[in-house]
């Protein structure tokens, strides 16, 4: 009576809570250990060091820092300017290198790996690209700190795979690799 086409499973066991099937298995498990928090911070800082000396190069050269005193109207469009250079460079990195293999320069020093929730694989191109736009998009052009804060304390106390926004959008985790 449960045969489908589209291989719907069959209702969960009697007593066996609401949305409980017979394939309860944990997605992490056979996976790496979840990443420690505060290595994730500092492969965090470690990545943000490195696109932000790109960051300042190119606004310079693009005319977008200028070193003087007082403020203009000039300066909110060079910072509008310097944001999307940002944003753009900031999504792009970590696209290229969760694509590549899961680890930014930052995650390889600190032993970290993003991975697929569902299977432990190295996300695609795609997923990587959402992830980084709900990590940078907002973070660039809203309120950093506050943006900061909250993916901060979501990773810190997430259960039970210590996501943030960003990770529960792309629907993966950061675990470790040594």
Known sequence: PYDSPYGREPPPTAGAP???GPYGTDPLAGMPPL????????????DMV??????LLLSWAFGLIRFT???????YGDSLGTSAIAVVLFMAYDTYFTTRNGQTPGKQLMKLRTANLDDGSTPTWQTSLL???VLWIPFAFCC???WTAILGVLILFDKPYKQGLHDK???????STG
Do not use: H, Q
Request: proline share 0%; glycine share 8%; charged share 20%.
């Open 18 to 20: 609401f949305g409980a």
């Open 50 to 55: 490195i696109v932000l000396a790109v960051v």
């Open 35 to 46: 990443a420690d928090s505060g290595k994730r911070v500092v492969a965090r800082v470690i």
């Open 144 to 146: 950093a700190c506050v």
């Open 131 to 133: 992830r980084a736009a």
């Open 69 to 75: 005193a007082g403020a203009d109207d000039a300066a």
């Open 169 to 175: 959008a792309a629907k993966t985790v950061v675990v």
